[in-house]
Protein backbone atom coordinates (compact mmCIF):
# COMPACT_ATOMS: atom_id res chain seq x y z
CA UNK A 1 0.00 0.00 0.00
CA UNK A 2 1.20 3.59 -0.98
CA UNK A 3 0.30 6.03 2.10
CA UNK A 4 0.54 9.66 2.10
CA UNK A 5 -0.08 11.23 5.76
CA UNK A 6 -0.28 15.31 5.63
CA UNK A 7 1.89 15.64 2.52
CA UNK A 8 2.52 19.33 1.92
CA UNK A 9 5.01 21.13 -0.75
CA UNK A 10 5.29 24.90 -1.54
CA UNK A 11 7.38 26.50 -4.26
CA UNK A 12 8.46 29.51 -2.94
CA UNK A 13 5.57 30.86 -1.05
CA UNK A 14 2.94 29.09 -3.01
CA UNK A 15 1.20 25.91 -1.74
CA UNK A 16 1.08 23.32 -4.47
CA UNK A 17 -0.04 20.00 -2.12
CA UNK A 18 -1.93 20.71 1.24
CA UNK A 19 -2.21 18.44 3.30
CA UNK A 20 -2.59 15.18 1.54
CA UNK A 21 -3.61 12.36 3.09
CA UNK A 22 -4.85 9.13 1.32
CA UNK A 23 -3.78 5.48 -0.18
CA UNK A 24 -3.43 3.80 -2.85
CA UNK A 25 -3.95 -0.38 -2.70
CA UNK A 26 -2.71 -2.91 -5.01
CA UNK A 27 -5.10 -4.23 -7.32
CA UNK A 28 -6.85 -0.63 -7.80
CA UNK A 29 -6.89 1.65 -10.58
CA UNK A 30 -6.99 4.90 -8.97
CA UNK A 31 -7.13 8.28 -11.39
CA UNK A 32 -6.40 11.91 -10.35
CA UNK A 33 -8.46 14.16 -11.80
CA UNK A 34 -8.28 18.12 -11.50
CA UNK A 35 -7.77 20.91 -13.85
CA UNK A 36 -4.46 22.28 -14.93
CA UNK A 37 -2.47 23.43 -12.28
CA UNK A 38 -4.06 21.27 -9.37
CA UNK A 39 -1.09 19.51 -7.86
CA UNK A 40 -1.80 16.00 -9.82
CA UNK A 41 1.95 15.84 -11.62
CA UNK A 42 3.39 17.24 -8.37
CA UNK A 43 1.56 14.90 -6.23
CA UNK A 44 2.55 11.58 -8.42
CA UNK A 45 6.70 13.30 -8.08
CA UNK A 46 6.27 13.52 -4.46
CA UNK A 47 5.25 9.80 -4.07
CA UNK A 48 8.24 8.20 -6.40
CA UNK A 49 10.41 11.19 -4.45
CA UNK A 50 11.42 12.80 -7.34
CA UNK A 51 10.48 16.24 -5.42
CA UNK A 52 10.83 16.88 -2.04
CA UNK A 53 7.72 17.05 0.50
CA UNK A 54 7.02 17.60 4.08
CA UNK A 55 5.14 15.03 5.49
CA UNK A 56 4.90 11.11 5.53
CA UNK A 57 4.57 9.22 2.39
CA UNK A 58 5.12 5.11 2.72
CA UNK A 59 5.15 2.20 0.29
CA UNK A 60 4.15 -0.76 2.36
CA UNK A 61 5.16 0.68 5.65
CA UNK A 62 8.36 1.94 4.39
CA UNK A 63 10.13 5.06 3.65
CA UNK A 64 10.53 5.77 -0.74
CA UNK A 65 14.37 5.27 -0.77
CA UNK A 66 16.40 3.78 -3.92
CA UNK A 67 15.43 -0.21 -2.69
CA UNK A 68 11.69 0.99 -2.47
CA UNK A 69 12.19 1.43 -6.67
CA UNK A 70 12.21 -2.01 -7.39
CA UNK A 71 8.55 -2.06 -6.37
CA UNK A 72 7.42 1.09 -7.96
CA UNK A 73 7.54 2.93 -11.71
CA UNK A 74 7.07 6.28 -12.75
CA UNK A 75 6.03 6.35 -16.32
CA UNK A 76 6.59 10.02 -16.62
CA UNK A 77 4.21 12.25 -19.66
CA UNK A 78 7.71 12.06 -22.06
CA UNK A 79 10.07 8.80 -22.28
CA UNK A 80 12.67 9.94 -20.74
CA UNK A 81 15.23 8.07 -22.76
CA UNK A 82 17.57 9.40 -24.80
CA UNK A 83 16.28 9.26 -28.48
CA UNK A 84 19.59 7.94 -30.25
CA UNK A 85 18.28 4.63 -28.29
CA UNK A 86 16.87 1.54 -30.22
CA UNK A 87 13.71 0.27 -28.54
CA UNK A 88 16.14 -3.05 -27.34
CA UNK A 89 18.73 -0.81 -25.93
CA UNK A 90 15.56 0.69 -23.75
CA UNK A 91 14.45 -2.90 -22.54
CA UNK A 92 17.98 -4.14 -21.71
CA UNK A 93 18.44 -0.91 -20.15
CA UNK A 94 15.27 -1.85 -17.87
CA UNK A 95 15.75 -5.23 -17.67
CA UNK A 96 19.60 -4.37 -15.78
CA UNK A 97 17.93 -2.18 -13.49
CA UNK A 98 14.76 -4.17 -12.86
CA UNK A 99 15.09 -7.59 -10.90
CA UNK A 100 11.36 -8.13 -11.50
CA UNK A 101 11.36 -7.22 -15.52
CA UNK A 102 9.12 -9.17 -17.23
CA UNK A 103 10.52 -10.81 -20.26
CA UNK A 104 7.50 -12.13 -21.21
CA UNK A 105 5.07 -8.80 -20.67
CA UNK A 106 8.07 -7.28 -22.83
CA UNK A 107 7.63 -9.32 -25.42
CA UNK A 108 4.27 -9.80 -25.82
CA UNK A 109 3.46 -5.87 -25.60
CA UNK A 110 6.22 -5.12 -28.30
CA UNK A 111 3.23 -6.83 -30.56
CA UNK A 112 0.60 -5.21 -29.09
CA UNK A 113 1.72 -2.16 -29.25
CA UNK A 114 3.13 -3.02 -33.01
CA UNK A 115 6.88 -1.90 -32.00
CA UNK A 116 9.71 -3.04 -33.64
CA UNK A 117 13.01 -3.53 -30.96
CA UNK A 118 15.51 -2.68 -33.94
CA UNK A 119 13.82 0.77 -34.31
CA UNK A 120 15.87 4.09 -32.91
CA UNK A 121 12.91 6.77 -30.47
CA UNK A 122 14.14 9.17 -32.21
CA UNK A 123 12.40 8.07 -35.75
CA UNK A 124 8.92 7.54 -33.52
CA UNK A 125 6.00 9.72 -33.39
CA UNK A 126 4.70 11.01 -29.70
CA UNK A 127 2.36 8.13 -29.38
CA UNK A 128 4.49 5.45 -30.36
CA UNK A 129 6.98 7.53 -27.94
CA UNK A 130 4.23 7.18 -25.65
CA UNK A 131 3.36 3.09 -26.22
CA UNK A 132 7.11 2.31 -25.54
CA UNK A 133 7.02 4.43 -22.18
CA UNK A 134 4.02 2.14 -21.30
CA UNK A 135 5.66 -0.86 -21.72
CA UNK A 136 8.54 -0.33 -19.81
CA UNK A 137 6.31 0.58 -17.10
CA UNK A 138 4.03 -2.52 -17.35
CA UNK A 139 7.32 -5.00 -17.74
CA UNK A 140 9.00 -3.25 -15.09
CA UNK A 141 7.35 -5.88 -12.55
CA UNK A 142 6.79 -3.23 -10.08
CA UNK A 143 3.31 -3.66 -8.69
CA UNK A 144 2.85 0.04 -8.27
CA UNK A 145 2.21 2.03 -11.41
CA UNK A 146 2.25 5.61 -11.33
CA UNK A 147 1.24 7.09 -15.04
CA UNK A 148 1.57 11.12 -15.47
CA UNK A 149 -1.43 11.28 -18.39
CA UNK A 150 -0.50 8.02 -20.58
CA UNK A 151 -2.99 8.86 -23.06
CA UNK A 152 -2.35 12.86 -23.99
CA UNK A 153 -1.54 12.80 -27.35
CA UNK A 154 -2.48 9.26 -28.51
CA UNK A 155 -5.06 8.72 -31.13
CA UNK A 156 -8.14 7.74 -30.68
CA UNK A 157 -7.84 3.96 -31.38
CA UNK A 158 -4.51 3.58 -29.51
CA UNK A 159 -6.31 5.09 -26.73
CA UNK A 160 -8.94 1.89 -27.16
CA UNK A 161 -5.92 -0.27 -26.51
CA UNK A 162 -4.26 1.43 -23.61
CA UNK A 163 -7.70 1.44 -21.67
CA UNK A 164 -7.81 -2.01 -22.81
CA UNK A 165 -4.22 -3.01 -21.40
CA UNK A 166 -5.27 -1.13 -17.85
CA UNK A 167 -7.65 -3.55 -17.53
CA UNK A 168 -5.77 -6.61 -18.70
CA UNK A 169 -3.94 -9.53 -16.69
CA UNK A 170 -0.38 -7.68 -17.47
CA UNK A 171 -1.73 -4.95 -14.67
CA UNK A 172 -3.73 -7.12 -12.72
CA UNK A 173 -2.62 -7.31 -9.33
CA UNK A 174 -0.63 -4.01 -9.48
CA UNK A 175 -1.75 -0.82 -7.88
CA UNK A 176 -2.29 1.46 -10.70
CA UNK A 177 -2.50 5.81 -9.71
CA UNK A 178 -2.83 7.82 -13.05
CA UNK A 179 -3.59 11.20 -14.12
CA UNK A 180 -5.62 12.04 -17.28
CA UNK A 181 -7.90 14.59 -18.40
CA UNK A 182 -9.81 12.15 -21.06
CA UNK A 183 -12.04 11.16 -18.12
CA UNK A 184 -14.59 9.94 -20.42
CA UNK A 185 -12.88 7.08 -21.89
CA UNK A 186 -11.29 6.03 -18.62
CA UNK A 187 -14.69 5.87 -16.82
CA UNK A 188 -15.53 2.58 -17.31
CA UNK A 189 -12.04 0.99 -16.59
CA UNK A 190 -11.11 2.98 -13.26
CA UNK A 191 -12.26 1.89 -9.79
CA UNK A 192 -11.75 5.07 -7.70
CA UNK A 193 -11.34 8.47 -8.94
CA UNK A 194 -9.63 11.34 -6.51
CA UNK A 195 -10.47 15.09 -7.07
CA UNK A 196 -7.58 17.74 -6.69
CA UNK A 197 -8.40 21.31 -6.70
CA UNK A 198 -5.67 23.62 -5.35
CA UNK A 199 -3.44 21.29 -4.32
CA UNK A 200 -5.89 19.83 -2.04
CA UNK A 201 -8.10 16.36 -2.41
CA UNK A 202 -11.62 17.44 -2.74
CA UNK A 203 -12.99 14.46 -3.07
CA UNK A 204 -12.40 10.38 -2.99
CA UNK A 205 -14.97 8.10 -5.02
CA UNK A 206 -15.50 4.76 -5.69
CA UNK A 207 -16.70 5.13 -9.55
CA UNK A 208 -19.71 2.25 -8.71
CA UNK A 209 -20.62 4.26 -5.87
CA UNK A 210 -21.02 7.17 -7.70
CA UNK A 211 -22.89 5.56 -10.27
CA UNK A 212 -25.06 3.30 -8.06
CA UNK A 213 -25.61 5.82 -5.47
CA UNK A 214 -25.53 9.15 -6.82
CA UNK A 215 -26.40 8.04 -10.37
CA UNK A 216 -23.92 10.48 -11.51
CA UNK A 217 -21.05 10.41 -14.22
CA UNK A 218 -17.65 11.77 -13.50
CA UNK A 219 -18.19 14.44 -15.91
CA UNK A 220 -21.33 15.14 -13.92
CA UNK A 221 -19.06 14.88 -10.66
CA UNK A 222 -16.41 17.30 -12.30
CA UNK A 223 -19.15 19.90 -12.87
CA UNK A 224 -20.06 19.77 -9.08
CA UNK A 225 -16.74 19.96 -8.25
CA UNK A 226 -15.05 22.68 -10.09
CA UNK A 227 -17.54 24.90 -11.68
N1 LIG B 1 9.19 23.68 -10.75
C1 LIG B 1 8.17 24.43 -10.38
N2 LIG B 1 8.36 25.67 -9.86
C2 LIG B 1 7.34 26.42 -9.45
N3 LIG B 1 6.04 26.05 -9.51
C3 LIG B 1 5.78 24.85 -10.03
C4 LIG B 1 6.82 23.97 -10.50
N4 LIG B 1 6.25 22.83 -10.94
C5 LIG B 1 4.93 22.99 -10.80
N5 LIG B 1 4.65 24.19 -10.25
C6 LIG B 1 3.31 24.70 -9.92
O1 LIG B 1 2.68 23.73 -9.12
C7 LIG B 1 1.28 23.71 -9.39
C8 LIG B 1 0.86 22.28 -9.68
O2 LIG B 1 1.47 21.85 -10.90
P1 LIG B 1 1.24 20.39 -11.49
O3 LIG B 1 2.12 20.25 -12.67
O4 LIG B 1 1.39 19.41 -10.39
O5 LIG B 1 -0.28 20.46 -11.91
P2 LIG B 1 -1.17 19.41 -12.74
O6 LIG B 1 -2.41 19.19 -11.95
O7 LIG B 1 -0.34 18.22 -13.08
O8 LIG B 1 -1.51 20.27 -14.02
P3 LIG B 1 -1.76 19.87 -15.57
O9 LIG B 1 -3.13 19.25 -15.64
O10 LIG B 1 -1.72 21.19 -16.25
O11 LIG B 1 -0.65 18.94 -16.01
C9 LIG B 1 1.05 24.67 -10.57
O12 LIG B 1 0.57 25.87 -10.05
C10 LIG B 1 2.43 24.86 -11.13
O13 LIG B 1 2.56 26.12 -11.71
Known amino acids: MIELKNVTKRYGRKRVMNDISFTVDAGEITCLIGLNGAGKTTLL ?84 LMRVNLLLGIASGCKYLLMDEPLSGIDILTRERISELLTSEYVDKKAILFTTHEIAEIETIIDRAVFMKDGMIVSDYYVETLREQEQKSLLDKMREVYV
Open 45 to 128: KAIMNLTPSQGRITVDGKKVTSKTYQDMVFVPDVLPMPRNMSIQECLDFMNHFYKKWDEKAANELLQFFQLKKEERLRGLSKGY
